[in-house]
């Protein structure tokens, strides 16, 4: 499978702050990002959708202004919680493909945030 | 109706037996299938994916799926205590940016 690495694995932070969560494709580029999250025993929801170079597409009901995604390179992808609060604490993962019909998808380590 | 349901279980079978896990989805013209393992605290790790009506094998997994009843199932022979975990069904949608939704997942326990 893919080879693919999150940081930081976990956080906690305090009510207001930004936190970024950083996914790198190690062994492959990848022209598209998926970005899920997944609260306390819930399934995985996809946030948005993000290609190389372009702005991200956010799914029904994710703010766009407070998830900030970037994804500047193949290989890298950022999501940014910004002015976070503890109903954002949750499991963030990122999936990247590496090239649109291809149909294996994997995930990334995740990501667990708390906000205090 | 949701795009992809599972049982939340918890399913619990006897260590040695076959673990039976089902999924049903909603959009007609799906494709692609998937099912992934997630441990508690880790990310979904890939099992196996399934395109075609019919069965696939692959060591003690067994998928299937029937496009005609929008079903799909794992199978687990010979379970293991390592299987404890959540198994999650994935339907890859046609449309757009092809994203993959997952089921709710179902909670499975092999008891020794």
């Known amino acids: 499978g893919a080879v693919v690495s999150q940081h930081p694995s976990w956080v906690i932070c305090k009510s207001g702050t930004s936190v970024k969560i950083e996914c790198r494709s190690l062994d492959f580029q990848a022209t598209t990002m998926f970005w899920y999250r997944q609260f306390p025993k819930q399934s995985l929801m996809l946030m948005a959708t993000?290609?190389?170079?372009?702005?991200?597409?956010?799914e029904q009901g994710v703010e766009k202004d407070k998830f900030l995604i970037n994804h500047a390179s193949l290989t890298l992808s950022t999501l940014t919680v910004t002015s976070a609060h503890p109903e954002d604490s949750s499991f963030y993962i990122c999936s990247p493909r590496w090239r649109e019909g291809e149909d294996t998808q994997y995930f990334g380590p995740g990501t667990r945030l708390t906000v205090l | 109706q949701k795009e992809v349901e599972q049982n939340s279980g918890p399913l619990s079978v006897p260590e040695g037996a076959i673990a039976s896990l089902n999924c049903t989805y909603s959009?007609?013209?799906?494709?692609?299938f998937f099912w992934y393992r997630q441990y508690s605290g880790k990310s979904p790790e890939l099992i196996m994916s399934i395109y075609s009506n019919g069965d696939k094998e692959d060591g003690r997994f067994t998928a299937q799926l029937n496009k005609a009843s929008q079903y799909v199932s794992l199978l687990i022979r010979d379970s293991q205590p390592s299987d404890s975990a959540t198994y999650l069904c994935a339907v890859r949608l046609i449309q757009g940016a092809q994203k993959l939704v997952f089921g709710q997942g179902t909670r499975l326990t092999i008891n020794p």
């Open positions: 993000s290609n190389e170079g372009s702005k991200a597409t956010y």
């Open positions: 959009d007609r013209v799906s494709q692609s």
